[in-house]
């Protein structure tokens, strides 16, 4: 990560996040809002602003907001009310977005975001609920923008942040930390490739000390969050380079080219959209009962930075452990449906975490696509902790486990990888290796103890790795002793 030193400025960040809802239908209309549909096959009348169609709020577009909201200690409006923003563009056949603008239905929250060397508290200045844009699509025909309406209508959050931010890193870590938010809640699942998860930012410098704030710009077309941290950086840097050689800073929007590593201009203040927002006729106010609240807030599940400290302090894992297992909802749940089959939490997340995810790594694909179940890899890890298989053996079946359905038992039966505890088959081949090796015995009577090594790998060799090595070591000693 690149890091701005300049002792003179500080910057001042402020984030706007838009997240796409896991919703079954659009905002206001009955059409799925799924990614990826052919163009415009999913619109409706109301979506292509013909008149005389109406909107029908979708419940779960204010349920949603409501648990986001929560999540991230917001407090909620009694009484909210919709909004139009009215702008001019080809992908809004209506003319205005259904939006909020005076009375957000979530506002002022924070969220807690963790650096290698401190923690940090965000203020969030308010979540609001709105329906996305069409899609302008420029690069597929040489002479007409070609529209496509499938996301018209789709409901989003937007999470303005306060300007709380001083560094890219900052800015990057909150926006992680949002997007962690948003998946465990399941309300969005946070993929900014697909636009499911948007983010702009406005920078702005000031020398340090200052209160006042600076002129800011805003940055859009950040589509990774490492564009977001690149983007912010040259930011940072253009303006102080500027304001140092005597230039001014310009309130303008810009866009991130993420193919130069630069930005280019957009518009500036003076063409900035003057979006004449007033109440939305068509949508009656937001009203949130408290029987709702509490309905809506008996549903949040166990929050990452919660399940975290439990993993620490309860589980007794360590804080790197904790931090990769809670990274995302469905791998924490792999865990710890893992360990309530078996209570042996540090085995399991070594092999979650070095098995696993390799595994996954490898084959770009997630946990719930993950053949191996909870069940049969604690299974696994039980044959190993209880001396039943060696290391190599329980390397051999997790591999095999990838493409098979059988259990972890019939594998290693079907392989003649389980280790033997039975001391008439131990016993004889000990012997005959003892009385192979008189020279090595007589050394180790005479006090070169580390020689036991020597005398259980020879009867691993013999017994070719199925006699069980603990109960080996004991043997030997026994027989070298009484000898």
């Not at 969220?111 to 690069?139: F, N, P």
């Not at 589509?223 to 940072?236: C, D, K, L, M, Q």
């Amino acid at each position: 990560m690149s890091t701005i030193k300049n002792e003179k400025y500080e910057a001042v960040i402020g984030l706007e996040v838009h997240a796409q809802l896991l919703t079954k239908t659009k905002a206001f209309a009955a059409v799925s809002p799924e990614y990826g549909g052919a163009p415009n096959s999913q619109i409706t009348p109301l979506c292509l602003g013909h008149p005389g169609t109406l909107p029908v709020l979708n419940e779960n577009l204010v349920r949603y907001t409501i648990k986001m909201g929560l999540a991230t200690q917001c407090k909620i409006s009694e009484k909210s009310i919709f909004a139009r923003k009215n702008y001019f563009y080809p992908d809004l056949p209506k003319g205005y977005q259904i939006s909020q603008y005076e009375t957000p239905i979530c506002y002022d929250g924070h969220i807690l975001i963790e650096l290698e060397d401190y923690d940090k508290r965000i203020g969030i200045t308010r979540i609001h609920m709105e329906e996305d844009a069409g899609k302008s699509i420029h690069d597929q025909d040489p002479y007409h923008t070609l529209i496509d309406l499938n996301r018209a209508g789709t409901p989003l959050i937007e999470i303005v942040s306060e300007p709380d931010m001083r560094t890219p890193q900052e800015a990057y870590a909150y926006l992680k930390k949002i997007r962690q938010i948003v998946q465990y809640l399941e309300v969005c699942d946070g993929n900014m490739e697909e636009g499911s998860l948007r983010c702009d930012a406005n920078v702005s410098i000031r020398p340090r000390g200052q209160k006042e704030l600076g002129t800011r710009t805003e940055l859009k077309n950040m589509n990774s969050f490492r564009n977001v941290e690149r983007a912010i950086t040259f930011e940072i840097e253009r303006q102080i380079e500027l304001v140092e050689s005597g230039g001014e800073v310009i309130q303008q929007t810009l866009l991130w080219d993420p193919n130069k590593l630069e930005t280019r201009k957009m518009r500036s203040k003076e063409e900035a959209h003057d979006y004449r927002y007033f109440p939305e006729p068509d949508i009656p106010p937001i009203i949130v009962h408290a029987e709702l609240l509490e309905e809506i807030n008996s549903e949040l599940p166990e929050l990452p930075d919660v399940r975290f400290t439990r993993f620490v302090n309860e589980l007794g894992l360590s804080e790197e452990d904790s931090v990769t297992l809670t990274d995302n909802r469905p791998l924490a749940d792999y865990f710890e449906r893992t360990i309530s089959e078996l209570n042996e939490p540090k085995a399991i997340a070594n092999v979650i975490l070095t098995e696993v995810l390799r595994v996954l790594n490898e084959n770009s694909f997630t946990i719930d696509s993950f053949p191996i179940s909870p069940s049969d890899l604690a299974q696994l890890i039980s044959l190993k902790m209880s001396d039943k298989i060696n290391s190599t053996a329980m390397q051999s079946i997790f591999n095999e486990m990838l493409i098979t359905d059988e259990s972890p038992v019939k594998i290693a039966e079907r392989l003649n990888l389980m280790q033997v505890s039975d001391s008439n088959f131990i016993e004889p081949i000990i012997e005959n290796v003892i009385e192979s090796n008189p020279d090595e015995v007589s050394r180790f009577k005479e006090g070169k103890k580390a020689l036991i090594g020597f005398f259980i790998g020879e009867v691993m060799k013999q017994s070719k790795g199925k006699a069980n090595p603990k109960q080996v070591k004991e043997m030997v000693l026994s027989k070298l002793e009484d000898s």
